[in-house]
T-cell receptor, first 109, second 113 residues
Framework: DAKTTQPNSMESNEEEPVHLPCNHS???????IHWYRQLPSQGPEYVIH???SNVNNRMASLAIAEDRKSSTLILHRATLRDAAVYYC??????????FGQGTELSVKP | NAGVTQTPKFRILKIGQSMTLQCTQD?????MYWYRQDPGMGLKLIYY???????DKGEVPNGYNVSRSTTEDFPLRLELAAPSQTSVYFC????????????FGPGTRLLVL
């Protein structure tokens, strides 16, 4: 299974944009890039996913490098409620999610 | 629409005891999954199911069993509990397998002493 690499932790100020990076140099052509987040004491929550093109939804934006070996999750205006562990995951044709350790995002008021 | 529900929320087991973790979804999803999460770690897939009557192993299936007799239910069975199975267990479901997001339950915290 292809793996992802993320920073262990990041810090942001409230109401500022946050860019969460993810490297996935061994990604295959059919792997989808998924992002989930896990708030304290809760199950993971879907954020966004993409294959080749950049994607936007109400929660975030996903910027995918042209060679697909890296991607960036963008939170446009961080709030205190966005403090969570963010997981970048490659999802293969079998549909299984292989979680790494994720990036713990803290948001300062 | 309750989504994915799990029971119990918390349980303490003695070594060697058995128990079943319940998972139910009301979204008519074909795919269901069981994960475990150890402290400070990401989730690991235990078992998954692509439909009623069909199950398959994930990354860490040893010590667990599953069944899928209906679309809605996907129970996880621990036959002989061991301290290494102390973890938080999450059930999830999705309609399809590729490009579809998974919906997670609130988790079951299990302590084996």
């Amino acid at each position: 299974d292809a793996k992802t690499t993320q920073p262990n932790s990041m810090e942001s100020n409230e109401e500022e944009p946050v860019h969460l990076p993810c490297n996935h140099s061994t990604i295959s052509g059919t792997d989808y890039i998924h992002w989930y987040r896990q708030l304290p004491s809760q199950g993971p929550e879907y954020v966004i996913h993409g294959l080749t093109s950049n994607v936007n939804n109400r929660m975030a934006s996903l910027a995918i490098a042209e060679d697909r070996k890296s991607s960036t999750l963008i939170l446009h205006r961080a709030t205190l409620r966005d403090a969570a562990v963010y997981y970048c995951i490659l999802r293969d044709r079998g549909g299984k999610l292989i979680f790494g350790q994720g990036t713990e995002l803290s948001v300062k008021p | 629409n309750a989504g994915v529900t799990q029971t119990p929320k918390f349980r303490i087991l003695k070594i060697g005891q058995s128990m079943t973790l319940q998972c139910t979804q009301d979204m008519n999803h074909n795919y269901m999954y069981w994960y475990r999460q150890d402290p400070g770690m990401g989730l690991k897939l235990i078992y998954y199911s692509v439909g009623a009557g069909i199950t398959d192993k994930g990354e860490v299936p040893n010590g667990y069993n599953v069944s899928r007799s209906t679309t809605e239910d996907f129970p996880l069975r621990l036959e002989l509990a061991a301290p290494s199975q102390t973890s938080v267990y999450f059930c999830a479901s999705s309609y399809d397998r590729v490009g579809e997001d998974q919906y997670f339950g609130p988790g079951t915290r299990l302590l084996v002493l």
